[in-house]
């Protein structure tokens, strides 16, 4: 099971574009599409889930491609869950997944089969008779999640599925999502670093419609090694004035002393120390230098 991207270009009547010729290729298990808002993300989401038809280029699922002809083909293929979703405020969690699910056509039985078995994988069992409305984000966000999963889709794509969770409820959704991709393959977009850090090795990063990088996230990691420093700075005035200068990724009080982690072609002409590379240093490193690596098949 996998997706071909290729060539792929979607631009807008007021001739702005959204993704200009891009090329990926996402393998089975999860893969992380990393980008700031207004990178594309969600244009080539739509592209994918066929709700939007590209200007130019090709996509391919299981050789199968992407035309109207075999749009219904496609969407039997596939589960969304996208970063906004309008879940019947008034109805229970059972009926509106009910409702959802013959909505997609799945026969009463399986889609009942279905909703208790994703509703225990989710912790969701117990709140089944509570309606929409009552529920935290968190729990919107895995009845979301059940009913991008009660066609048994064999590729999920995931839009911003942690926005607005606090720390517990995104560790569950991100936990959820390794669990799901053991099956299936799971395109997991988002802006947030740290959850494609505790999902998975393999990843693309977009800017302005284009893919800077695509492939192992250790080798991400080493395009930047050499180009992150650490520092000290005496006070606030003078981080400030290293923040104009150089990309900063962190700044952390530490024993009474401000640490700043620098991004830099070159040494910083202060005293500094090279440091160890991580996912958000080295998404800050590509995002801005823009090097010209290769989008590797994967």
């Known amino acids: ?57 090709t996509v391919t699922i299981d050789g199968i491609r992407y035309n109207e002809e075999n749009y219904e083909k496609i969407r039997k293929k596939i589960g969304y869950l996208p970063q906004e979703i309008d879940l019947y405020p008034s109805l229970t969690v059972q009926e509106c997944l009910e409702y959802m699910g013959a909505l997609s056509g799945i026969s009463k039985q399986a889609c009942k089969e279905r909703i208790d078995c994703y509703l225990a994988k989710t912790s969701l069992s117990e709140h089944r008779r509570k309606k929409i409305k009552q529920l935290s984000g968190g729990m919107k966000r895995r009845v979301g999640l059940i009913q991008a999963l009660l066609n048994e889709p064999e590729f999920l794509i995931v839009d911003e599925p942690t926005t607005g969770l606090d720390p517990e409820e995104r560790i569950r959704i991100r936990n959820l999502l390794v669990d799901f991709s053991e099956e299936r393959t799971v395109l997991f977009s988002t802006h947030v670093v740290e959850d494609l850090t505790a999902t998975c090795d393999r990843l693309a990063v977009m800017k302005k419609g284009k893919f800077l990088y695509a492939g192992n996230m250790k080798e991400l990691l080493a395009q930047a090694e050499g180009h992150v420093w650490v520092c000290k700075a005496a006070d606030e005035t003078m981080a400030r004035k290293l923040e104009r200068e150089y990309h900063v990724s962190s700044k952390q009080y530490m024993g009474g002393e401000l640490r700043i982690k620098l991004i830099s072609e070159r040494p910083p002409q202060i005293e500094c120390l090279p440091c160890e590379t991580t996912l958000e240093d080295a998404y800050i490193y590509i995002t801005n230098s823009e090097p010209q690596a290769s989008v590797t098949d994967l």
């Open 1 to 57: 099971m996998g997706m071909k991207i290729e060539d792929l270009t979607v631009t807008f009547k007021n001739h702005v574009t959204a993704i200009d010729h891009a090329n990926l290729e996402i393998p089975k298990g999860i893969f992380g599409l990393l980008g700031e808002n207004g990178a594309g993300k969600t244009t080539l989401m739509r592209v994918l889930t066929t709700v939007l038809s590209p200007a130019g280029g």
